[in-house]
């Protein structure tokens, strides 16, 4: 059994495992959640009680959820061959910071953003979101740019998951329009970078459902209601 990822559209966060499955060339299955509908399903909600994405599907049946998490687990399948770090190393640690940040402060500070895009806009509040989205994201991408002064990827001179988990809130800028090309130099040449790898090619195509060519160890896409014999007990 291959582990199952269940990522959400559209825009989900779950886009930076997907990448880091196809960078990981191990096999793996996706299963869909459309995060306005499914997501609220009790289905859904035996695999995350959250009802969040991303969750991963692992093979003894146990999920798990949190993107942080997530993204150490596919890691740790990669520590032979250098993808993933020893618990304890000055790398391992130097990642987690990474995806800390991303997480806690970079992550969060599209959230005033996506809850004014759930609200009615008649209402003055969405735009009073809007106006604290664009400040919190700008002291945000503010932080990135000066990490990344003298770096080609968020650890250095190497790419790691992080810039995986990057490249799929980084999205988030043009999808709100609180970002402009050009703002931050140093931001926009690692999302381009991240652009052009063929992983990332692969998870914009699999959300977008079109024709999807993977250079991992993509086994196809599987339905909710099939995943759930496998839960453990």
Same mark, same amino acid.
């Given at each position: 059994?291959?582990?199952?990822?269940?990522?959400?559209?559209?825009?989900?966060?779950?886009?930076?495992?997907?990448?880091?499955?196809?960078?990981?060339?191990?096999?793996?299955?996706?299963?869909?959640?459309?995060?306005?509908?499914?997501?609220?399903?009790?289905?859904?909600?035996?695999?995350?009680?959250?009802?969040?994405?991303?969750?991963?599907?692992?093979?003894?049946?146990?999920?798990?959820?949190?993107?942080?998490?997530?993204?150490?687990?596919?890691?740790?399948?990669?520590?032979?061959?250098?993808?993933?770090?020893?618990?304890?190393?000055?790398?391992?640690?130097?990642?987690?910071?990474?995806?800390?940040?991303?997480?806690?402060?970079?992550?969060?500070?599209?959230?005033?953003? +996506?809850?004014?895009?759930?609200?009615?806009?008649?209402?003055?509040?969405?735009?009073?979101?809007?106006?604290?989205?664009?400040?919190?994201?700008?002291?945000?991408?503010?932080?990135?740019?000066?990490?990344?002064?003298?770096?080609? +990827?968020?650890?250095?001179?190497?790419?790691?998951?992080?810039?995986?988990?990057?490249?799929?809130?980084?999205? +988030?800028?043009?999808?709100?329009?609180?970002?402009?090309?050009?703002?931050?130099?140093?931001?926009?040449?690692?999302?381009?970078?991240?652009?052009?790898?063929?992983?990332?090619?692969?998870?914009?195509?699999?959300?977008?459902?079109?024709?999807?060519?993977?250079?991992?160890?993509?086994?196809?896409?599987?339905?909710?209601?099939?995943?759930?014999?496998?839960?453990?007990?």
């Amino acid at each position: 059994m291959e582990p199952v990822l269940l990522y959400g559209i559209p825009q989900g966060c779950s886009f930076g495992s997907i990448v880091a499955l196809e960078w990981l060339g191990q096999p793996y299955r996706l299963c869909r959640i459309d995060m306005l509908r499914d997501m609220q399903s009790h289905l859904y909600a035996r695999f995350h009680p959250d009802r969040k994405t991303p969750a991963l599907l692992l093979e003894d049946g146990t999920v798990l959820t949190e993107s942080a998490a997530t993204l150490q687990n596919i890691a740790a399948r990669g520590i032979p061959k250098g993808f993933g770090f020893a618990q304890g190393t000055r790398e391992f640690d130097r990642l987690n910071q990474r995806i800390a940040f991303l997480t806690t402060t970079y992550f969060a500070a599209f959230g005033p953003l +996506w809850h004014a895009y759930k609200m009615d806009q008649n209402s003055p509040v969405p735009g009073v979101l809007r106006e604290v989205g664009r400040e919190t994201v700008a002291k945000a991408n503010e932080q990135l740019e000066s990490m990344l002064a003298n770096s080609e +990827w968020l650890m250095g001179s190497r790419k790691s998951l992080a810039d995986a988990y990057f490249i799929g809130l980084a999205r +988030w800028g043009k999808y709100h329009r609180v970002v402009e090309p050009g703002q931050y130099p140093n931001v926009d040449r690692l999302i381009h970078r991240l652009e052009a790898d063929p992983a990332v090619v692969f998870a914009h195509a699999i959300e977008d459902e079109r024709s999807a060519a993977s250079s991992g160890g993509f086994r196809g896409h599987i339905a909710l209601e099939e995943l759930s014999h496998r839960l453990a007990a």
